[in-house]
């Protein structure tokens, strides 16, 4: 039924492939999940968005022995459908069916039990210690979206991260998306970033004009010195957050761009110490109406694929505290409200129309 799909069992199965391969299997990935999540709900429009980096990350690492942390637990369908689980997405989310979460017990390729958020690059940091301090030798990875990174666990160990120097690479899966749109600081510094992504071709084209010297590379610590120097006047502004603390920012790079992924990666994995790769991704990416409404389709209750999730009768628990709070606050002025980065999702949007200050 699925040309590509169907001869893809294990992460040793996409090895070989070619980048035009991986495309259209990308393409496979895509139809299998709106199929499969229209008949049984479940996490659409992030897990549409990661389709050619997942791919990429099973090509070019080598699961389990190179551990991948995935932060948003909700982002590892595409993970589970190519480490041998596409059949298990008939139970997705059902009693004694499969987890929607990376679970150990379920398989090898899920290194940790992650629920969300904003957990990946201390687990990461955690597991690179451990293989430092066993001299052993893998890659580790960890995978974070533009909202998680923004939650303090996160931070706390990007600063650890860049003061201890760990071996490591963080993906910054970046949709401009929280479960509704981003907002914040570091929202709007990762935009200015996509915004100017001259950033890394500068900072690229002074590095090749620096290695090559007529007499071969430059080796000489001094040397390397000078030509950190010399790249860090090229460098905008915008990318100093990362370089400053101490970790090396690669980007952005198009997260549908399969070829220009893999090459990212490689790039990533020959670097030493903590590296971060920002991808550009696109929540929703190949079904029309996820694409529109990226926050509808975030986490669905069965649907008809031609039609698009249908406004139903039934009046949900978080429209009707939304409702309530906002009717309470009409006669209260102390009452505020908080949302954990979900307006819509727990009806306090209809509280923000109601009382946008
Ligand atoms: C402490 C806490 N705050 C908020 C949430 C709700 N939540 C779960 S994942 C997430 C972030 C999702 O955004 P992102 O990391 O960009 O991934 P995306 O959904 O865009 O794929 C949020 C806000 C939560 N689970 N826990």
């Not at 022995?65 to 909700?74: A, E, S």
């Not at 986490?299 to 978080?318: E, L, T």
């Not at 009806?347 to 009382?355: A, P, Q, R, S, Y």
Request: hydrophobic share 35%; proline share 3%.
């Amino acid at each position: 039924m699925y040309k590509y799909l169907d001869k893809v069992n294990s992460p040793q199965d996409i090895k070989n492939m070619t980048v035009d391969e991986l495309d259209l299997l990308a393409k496979d990935i895509r139809k299998f999940l709106v199929r499969s999540v229209s008949q049984t709900g479940g996490h659409l429009a992030s897990n549409l968005g990661v389709v050619e980096l997942t791919l990429a990350l099973h090509k070019v690492f080598d699961s389990p022995k190179d551990k991948i942390v995935w932060d948003v637990g909700h982002q590892s369908y595409v993970h589970k459908i190519i480490t041998g689980r596409k059949d298990n997405f008939k139970n997705l989310r059902q009693f004694n069916g499969m987890s929607g979460f990376p679970k150990e017990c379920e398989c090898e390729h899920d290194i940790f039990d992650t629920g969300h958020s904003s957990t990946s690059i201390s687990v990461a940091q955690g597991l690179a210690c451990a293989r430092d301090i066993k001299k052993e030798e893998s890659d580790v990875i960890a995978v974070i979206g533009d909202g998680s990174i923004t939650g303090g666990m996160a931070l706390e160990a990007l600063n650890h991260v860049g003061y201890t120097n760990t071996d490591m690479i963080i993906i910054l899966n970046d949709n401009e998306m929280s479960i509704d749109k981003n907002v914040g600081g570091m929202s709007r510094y990762l935009s200015g970033i996509i915004r100017n992504s001259t950033v890394n071709k500068v900072k690229d084209e002074v590095e090749k004009i620096l290695q090559v010297s007529p007499g071969g590379n430059i080796i000489s610590k001094t040397a390397n010195k000078v030509k950190d120097s010399i790249i860090s006047k090229f460098i905008p502004q915008e990318c100093s957050f990362f370089e400053s603390i101490g970790i090396k920012y690669y980007g952005p790079v198009d997260g549908h761009n399969t070829k220009e992924i893999i090459e990212a990666l490689n790039k990533a994995k020959s670097k030493k110490g903590p590296v971060l790769l920002h991808v550009i991704t696109k929540k929703g990416k190949g079904y029309r109406y996820a694409e529109e409404q990226p926050d509808k389709y975030h986490g669905v209750s069965k649907f008809d694929i031609k039609s698009g999730i249908k406004g139903s009768n039934a009046v949900s628990i978080s429209n009707q505290v939304g409702q309530k709070l906002s009717e309470m606050a009409n006669k209260n002025e102390n009452i505020v409200a908080i949302t954990a980065a979900m307006p819509s999702g727990t009806g306090l949007n209809i509280f923000e129309k109601n009382h946008p200050n």
